[in-house]
């Protein structure tokens, strides 16, 4: 048991049990002390950026969620799944779906309409691919300063970085149109132009999208996105009303 400021949780490291895509990834899993509510506790998936990948699962809490729980309250009455992406490699959606599934098919305390995720960065590029191609399985996102195809920056492609694939789907895309998003860049990011997002958040709009939410942090770099997105309660308040199950 770990104390997040004045709130017991409960921290796991577990390993999917199966290699999908390549990965067979480690993660962290935080859950709340106490009975779950009657309808089950939201799970909120955190996927962390390049600089958190390897073998270490600590760095999983260096930034977002997994460090916030005793900051919010939100964050401290769901169960936080934050898996550990391999060095040298890059997000793989079928690994990520069957990360989800495994977890909430072994445990009878979620809420199956209160599923959300977030990400940084690379978990930002994460998220982007995911709704491409199961848009589905969350009922809101929150990616922070990521984008669509990774290989469209110099940095990521070979020499300068190996085992980063583009897995994102522009058409599949589309079809999470209707999917809650709000997502967030700093107009300053060197290190991930925010026309990635604007991209992103335009084709949504084509294809008639009115649940995505675009904020930008005038003269904010790249950290400064995800800190700012973070600290704010709206955030997390707006993500957690979200349900795939309107409420009466």
């Known amino acids: ?11 796991t490291i577990c390993q999917m049990t199966e290699t999908v895509s390549g990965h067979q990834l480690q993660y962290l899993v935080q859950t709340p002390a106490g009975e779950p509510p009657g309808e089950g506790w939201p ?3 955190f996927l962390h950026g390049y600089g958190e990948c390897g073998d270490n699962i600590e760095k999983v809490k260096v930034h977002g969620p997994p460090k916030l729980t005793g900051q919010f309250e939100q964050l401290s009455r769901c169960v936080i799944v934050s898996p550990q992406c391999p060095i040298d490699s890059w997000w793989r959606v079928d690994a990520l779906k069957a990360l989800v599934d495994e977890v909430t098919t072994s ?6 309409d209160r599923r959300y995720i977030t990400g940084l960065s690379m978990g930002g590029y994460g998220i982007w691919s995911y709704l491409s191609h199961y ?3 969350f009922a809101a996102a929150v990616p922070i300063c990521g984008g669509g195809d990774p290989l469209r920056l110099p ?3 070979p020499p300068e970085k190996v085992g980063i694939e583009n897995q994102f789907d522009p058409e599949g895309l589309k079809q999470a149109k209707d999917v809650p998003i709000w997502t967030f860049h700093g ?5 991930v132009p925010i026309v990635e997002t604007e991209q992103l958040v335009e084709l949504l709009h084509q294809a008639g999208s009115k649940s995505v939410m675009f904020t930008t942090y005038e003269g904010v770099a790249h950290v400064g996105a995800w800190e700012k997105a973070y600290s704010n309660p709206d955030v997390w308040k707006w993500l957690f009303s979200q349900s795939r199950t309107p409420a009466e």
């Open 1 to 11: 048991m770990a104390a997040h400021g004045d709130v017991p949780v409960t921290e």
């Open 187 to 191: 107009s300053e990011d060197e290190s």
């Open 107 to 112: 445990r009878d305390d979620l809420n199956p």
């Open 155 to 157: 940095k990521n492609r």
């Open 43 to 45: 799970l909120l998936l």
């Open 135 to 137: 848009p589905n399985d």
